[in-house]
């Protein structure tokens, strides 16, 4: 079987809106904006979470598409400002993500920079900065995977780079009941990519509208 560009489990309000503006990001707002937990906890609130620690979580759909997260995933593919918030060169190594000592990918990961610095390894995943257009980024992360499929994990400029150059499988975007108003928009409206895509639309019991899509 062919392996697969798939981004998953991805959020946005319901004016199309996943993060502040770069300006907005920083070490205490990941996101750039304010309650960012109102775009994902619906699926912080899942049995699945897999920064879970206590028991209990919700089940049913919400829950079955946070455990697809990780099936059939053999690499990850993000942008810089997924991994962190700094900008320009590196001034120092010290950081590596917001994840701590087990960041939840579990594969190689593929950091898109333009100041590349040497793989670092935490736990069982390795992060690769890498100075790449998205078809050699791609290609770089199938080998990686050894097989199967590639997680294409954000932010949002970089989901955009990779359906500006039609490289994009599948889609999982729950879009929150709330507008933002302003930052960073994955799209003015779902409709815009049924020109290329399928798409089933599932309301949820927690609130979210999940668009599946996947290509035609």
């Keep these: 079987m062919a392996q697969l560009l798939k981004v998953q489990n991805f959020n946005v309000s319901s004016d199309g809106v996943a993060a502040g503006f770069d300006a907005d990001q920083s070490l205490e707002s990941p996101f750039g904006i304010e309650k960012p937990e109102r775009l ?19 089940r049913g759909l919400d829950d079955y598409l946070t455990r697809d997260f990780h099936h059939n995933i053999g690499a990850e593919i993000m942008g810089r400002n997924k991994f962190g918030p700094q ?20 594969t190689p990961v593929f950091v898109l920079t333009h100041h590349t610095r040497p793989s670092i390894t935490l736990s069982d995943t390795t992060f690769h900065f890498i100075d790449a257009d998205p078809v050699t980024a791609l290609t770089q992360a199938k080998e990686a995977a050894r097989g199967k499929d590639v997680r294409l994990g954000g932010g949002v400029s970089t989901i955009r780079e990779f359906l500006d150059a039609d490289l994009v499988d599948t889609l999982h975007v729950a879009v929150s009941p709330f507008e933002l108003g302003e930052g960073q928009r994955l799209w003015d409206s779902p409709e815009d990519l049924l020109d290329r895509f399928h798409r089933d639309v599932v309301p949820s019991p927690s609130g979210v509208t999940h668009h599946l899509f996947w290509r035609k």
């Design 40 to 58: 994902f906890g619906w699926a912080g609130a899942t049995a699945s979470w897999p920064n879970r620690t206590d028991p209990g979580g919700s």
């Design 87 to 106: 900008r320009g060169p590196w001034e120092n190594y010290d950081w590596q993500g917001w994840w701590g000592d087990n960041p939840p990918f579990h």
